[in-house]
């Protein structure tokens, strides 16, 4: 196990669609982020699991959005009747749990296109 | 609200420079702060990792530092190469039980051969 992985690493859409993105973090860190990046800004938190409980949401995680860590290992973030301003990379880290010093390790993102 | 601004937005440079990247934070209660590199269209790169109780860190040609009371870190880069060119952003954990990221906008370096 390489790093965090991603997929799909891009995404067309029409808008109105649903989609579904997916992560996979390196084994055995128990704690998931996702966050949104727009182009040419810092990305920014959307939620945040530990374990399979997603314990932290964004108020930029509107009611389209839902996320999910079923057995605590790969999660996936979904969009419902997706709008041209959900267009955006989408990026998932993960951390293992040591105490106040852990490291945020990224994935490639997944880059979401909504015509 | 933690908010971090990075100066410049953009930094174009000669190569063989040494150059220094600004992060400000307005909330000076941090666990840690993390320097990231991002390369167009990829994902982000962990540099450099600062706890709150350390005031630098180094790895290679890269040092980083932090003074958590003035609410700034600066990223060193010494003899810059091509290879340099891409978006370096900082981020701050809160001190708190949260344990999300917050992003500066980043600064875009170019280093000319």
């Known amino acids: 196990d390489t790093g965090v992985s991603q997929n799909p690493r891009h995404k067309i859409t029409k808008r109105g669609q649903n989609v579904t993105f997916r992560c996979d973090p390196i084994s055995e860190h128990n704690r998931l982020y996702w966050y949104r990046q727009t182009l040419g800004q810092g990305p920014e938190f959307l939620t945040y699991f530990q374990n399979e409980a997603q314990l932290e949401k964004s108020r930029l995680l509107s009611d389209r959005f839902s996320a999910e860590r079923p057995k605590g290992s790969f999660s996936t973030l979904e969009i419902q009747r997706t709008e041209q301003g959900d267009s955006a990379m989408y990026l998932c880290?993960?951390?293992?749990?040591?105490?106040?010093?852990?490291?945020?390790?990224f994935g490639p993102g997944t880059r979401l296109t909504v015509t | 609200k933690q908010e971090v601004t990075q100066i410049p937005a953009a930094l174009s440079v000669p190569e063989g420079e040494n150059l220094v990247l600004n992060c400000s934070f307005t909330d000076s209660a941090i666990y840690n702060l993390q320097w990231f590199r991002q390369d167009p269209g990829k994902g982000l790169t962990s540099l450099l990792l600062?706890?709150?109780?350390?005031r630098e860190q180094t790895s290679g040609r890269l040092n980083a530092s932090l003074d958590k009371s003035s609410g700034r870190s600066t990223l060193y880069i010494a003899a810059s190469q091509p290879g340099d060119s891409a978006t370096y952003l900082c981020a701050v954990r809160r001190g708190n039980a949260g344990n999300m990221l917050t992003f500066g906008g980043g600064t875009r370096l170019m280093v000319k051969p």
């Open positions: 600062i706890q709150s109780s350390q």
């Open positions: 880290a993960s951390s293992p749990w040591t105490g106040e010093g852990y490291e945020q390790y």
